[in-house]
């Protein structure tokens, strides 16, 4: 009698413990209501390079792509976005485009899908005294870049591409930017949506010097996945669906930021989790704003998030000749970059 009493009990709890997991079920689903939930990473503290992202949250604009999107800043200097992404602690994420690609180059499974701007940001910021003028100005010159990072695999590539006589023991690691105030160094690898508005708005005049105007074209702010769900084609579409649902919303949000920037930049404070609003931040991220849509839109249609294979090949030469990546050809395998994925997702909405 007591052996059959322990079975019973067994059985209700199995009974029991199915309930309530069936109870969570329904709710999340219910919650969900039919909606793919994402979870994207962003490769930065929050701020106005993910205006449009929060302004597709706001506005419904996921919603009406049967989307539900969490964005999450990063929590730490040393946070990699990647990393998360690899650990499948995110379902998309944003990062830059070299590290994406070094990270293709050591095989790490990873699909790109689209670039936020036409153009990687990184630029030289140096104090406006006529002690620089030019890219050869630098020679000489110390440098403070990001190491490992665009700042300084940009400096490489502008160093053997034209020659410079730039020493490695003058390229220095950059740290607080009131040392660039203090001029313990030259010049700043820096973003243009960022460090420059910073000084002039503390009255510094500072100018920069462009990579591009230079010939070394790098992408910057790119949205990848990993490709598992290719396994099948049932997997690929699916994901590819998603991916082009995603792109709609996102782009979306990122139009009305271009046509309504400061009620973009209010969204963008209500919604974004550490961002805290002051009148100096405020006007710092509205400025940040005007830089950022100027670089939004690429490709023959000017489609937002459309990447453009040739300049993905140049920064993939680029990293090669300076050593970052042992060889090249990982921009042209379609496991790793999907170029049409934009394109696709705009017909689809015709």
Known sequence: MKKGSIIIGIVILVFAGLAIWKSLSSDDDATLDGKTKLTVQLQWFDGAQFCGLYVAQAKGFFEEEK??????????????????????????????????LI??????????????FNRSLACYMYKD???????????GKKIAVYKNFDTENILLALRKKDSLNIKDSDILQAGAIDAFINKDYDVLGSYLHNEPIEMRL?????????????????????????????????????????LKRFIRAANKGWEYAKNN???????????????????????KEKE???????????????HLSFMEKDRWESMEQSLFNIGRIEKTGFVADPYYFDFELVNRAYEDNK
Do not use: C, W
């Open 67 to 100: 989307l539900v999107v969490e964005l999450n800043p990063v929590n730490s200097f040393t946070h990699d976005p990647i990393s998360t992404l690899l650990n499948k602690q995110a379902d998309i994420a944003i990062a830059t485009a070299d590290q994406v």
């Open 103 to 116: 990270n293709i180059a050591n095989r790490k499974g990873i699909k790109v899908f689209g670039n936020v």
């Open 129 to 139: 005294n006529g002690n620089i003028n030019s890219l050869s100005d630098l020679q």
């Open 202 to 242: 503390q009255g510094i005049d500072v100018a920069t010097i462009d990579p591009e105007k230079y010939g070394i074209y790098f992408y910057s702010d790119t949205y990848i996945t990993l490709p598992e769900n290719e396994s099948t084609s049932e997997g690929k579409q699916k994901q590819d669906d998603v």
């Open 261 to 283: 920037p400061d009620k973009a930049i209010n969204i963008m404070f209500d919604k974004a989790k550490h961002l805290q609003k002051t009148k100096l931040s405020e006007q």
């Open 288 to 302: 940040s704003l005007k830089v950022l849509v100027k670089y939004l839109g690429a490709g023959k249609d000017k």
